[in-house]
């Protein structure tokens, strides 16, 4: 599975590989590996903030 600009030191798209029964998350523009969950942005809930009444 690809996982389009998820890669947390380039931002570049990670790719999951299986080898010898470990899962490992590669990037394909850096090299960086993670194990053993693909890490994705998600986006962040936003806040509302009131002001006060004085």
């Known amino acids: 599975m690809i996982v389009m600009k998820s890669c947390p030191r380039c931002h570049g ?3 999951e590989e ?3 029964g470990e899962v490992e ?4 523009q850096c090299g960086h ?5 693909i890490q994705t942005r ?3 809930p936003a806040v509302r ?3 006060k009444a004085a």
């Open 13 to 15: 798209d990670m790719l």
């Open 18 to 20: 299986e080898l010898l």
């Open 25 to 28: 998350v590669v990037c394909l």
């Open 33 to 37: 590996r993670t194990y053993p969950e």
């Open 42 to 44: 998600r986006p962040v």
């Open 49 to 51: 903030m009131e002001k």
